[in-house]
């Protein structure tokens, strides 16, 4: 008798999950943006439901709801929920930006959603039509994956990184003081005078910026003496100069490498340049450090302070004949970009 009633239930119970099965139906679909690009893990509410649905990562999804419900809205971050009539087959939304004033309706209509989703959790039914959209969203085609992969790759291309290398411009100015303490002397009826002198240098350089890190570039420039090597009723003794009055102005010719030490927008580094002043014929050496503000794309602005070859003064001795190495030091300000 307990095996007869057994197998009548059973025989009930396998009617009843047939018929809620047929009582439910598949509609399909996709969320995109006003262009028809995919938005990728969209929130979807069925009326009559309590349990909201996801789309997958590309926009689509594929749920069976009750023949009864009539409508489905679509919850984007950002953007307008719009709601569809469920008895078509297929239904794409197009999601419009949202407007401010939209905002905080968005995220109450959002947070209802989820309480509902929270307060539903325990229903079997509703788990029932979760389990079964679930599967089917994940074994749809994704005929966009190939698109998507493409905007993936062009955001890279066109991200902060491509614009970090290319084409480099630098103006710098300097001003340097070089202390001579009675290496320079003047004589004017027999005083004798000491003059110490306030070279200005102006560069143009022009190179390649392999990253935000490091750049090489070739310049040139013009180096200027505020302080005149001849004064009025004055001779410079020839005996420091082997007879030759030293230049006023020259003209440097260089290569100059720096070194960034950060990416950020205060960036320390150090700064190495090598050449020649082309019109003394005198060897150019700097090597200084300093401070690069980002301003903005890549634009820069530079302040550093350096030790300096310079190019006075030529001059002869019983031992030796040509340019002493002396070193002074510069702050040189300068904008690359």
Known sequence: MLRKYLSLFLILLTGIVDMSAQDLRTIRGLV??????????????????????KTNRIGQF?????FECRSVTAYVDGYTSVTLDATAGFLLFKMKPQAPDDAATQA????????????????????????????Q?????KPQQPQAKQQT????????????????????????YQLYGGQIVYTDSGVRKYSNLHPLQATYSIGWRFNRMFTLMAGAGFLYNLTSL????????????????PLRFDVPVFVNFRCHFTR???????????????????????????????LGG??????????????????????????PVRIVPAVTAGITF
Not at 276 to 282: F, M, T
């Open 32 to 53: 995109a943006d006003e262009n028809g690009q995919a938005i990728g893990a969209a929130t979807l509410k069925v009326e009559g439901l309590d349990t909201p649905f």
């Open 264 to 294: 950020a927008k205060i960036r320390p580094y150090i700064s190495l340049s090598g050449g020649v002043y082309a019109l003394s014929l005198a060897p150019l050496a700097d090597l200084g450090a300093g401070v690069s503000f980002h």
């Open 298 to 323: 890549t634009a820069a602005l530079n302040l550093a302070l350096s030790a300096r070859n310079t190019p006075w003064p030529l001059y002869s001795s019983a031992a030796f004949h040509g340019y």
């Open 62 to 66: 594929s749920i069976k709801i009750p």
């Open 108 to 135: 109450r209509a959002e947070r209802e959603a989820t309480a509902l989703a929270a307060a539903a959790s325990g229903s079997v039914a509703a788990q029932q039509v979760q389990q079964a959209a679930q599967p």
């Open 230 to 245: 001849e004064r009025e009723g004055d001779t410079v003794e020839a005996g420091l100069y082997g007879g030759k009055t």
């Open 153 to 176: 790759k062009q955001a890279r291309q066109s991200g902060p990184r491509s614009k970090e290398s290319g084409l480099a411009h630098s103006f710098d100015f300097s001003y340097a």
């Open 137 to 141: 969203a994940e074994q749809q085609p």
